[in-house]
């Protein structure tokens, strides 16, 4: 993979609930929105089903004004079972989480794909740095 299309986030373990500082994490996400206009993405539990309840799962973690921009700017997915139902396979994408179920491992893997998987360390407190860097990688 040489450039990114869509970049998929995770919230628990990845955005909250991390040993990355706030500011760290911020500055991830301040880089998706400005870098990456429309075509960031939750993957998320908190956003599921069709329902996007990111609002509130990230209320009182940052900013509210900060909350209300991500709730605009990063696009809801719909999925129902598997994560990998809402990752476009065709596009070349960065999916931040840190958990990979052994079946979407598999669907990633059938698609030659997997390389498109980050895995956060939630216990890493260089973790959102880590990954701002890995972004920072590719030329848009």
Avoid: Q
Wanted: glycine content about 4%; aromatic content about 14%.
């Amino acid at each position: 993979m040489e450039k990114v299309d869509k970049i998929y986030f995770d919230i628990d373990g990845v955005i909250r609930g991390t040993a990355s500082p706030k500011e760290d994490i911020i500055a991830l996400l301040r880089y998706c929105l400005d870098n990456y206009p429309g075509a960031v993405y939750w993957l998320t539990t908190h956003c599921h089903h069709g329902v996007n309840h990111v609002n509130f799962a990230l209320s009182g973690e940052f900013p509210d004004e900060f909350v209300d921009e991500l709730y605009v700017k990063v696009l809801p997915t719909d999925w129902e079972a598997l994560k990998t139902e809402a990752v476009d396979m065709d596009s070349d994408f960065v999916w931040f989480d840190d958990n990979l179920f052994e079946t979407e491992k598999m669907i990633l893997e059938r698609n030659y794909v997997l390389d498109g998987f980050f895995k956060m360390n939630p216990k890493d407190s260089e973790m959102a740095k880590k990954a701002l860097a890995f972004l920072k990688g590719f030329e848009k």
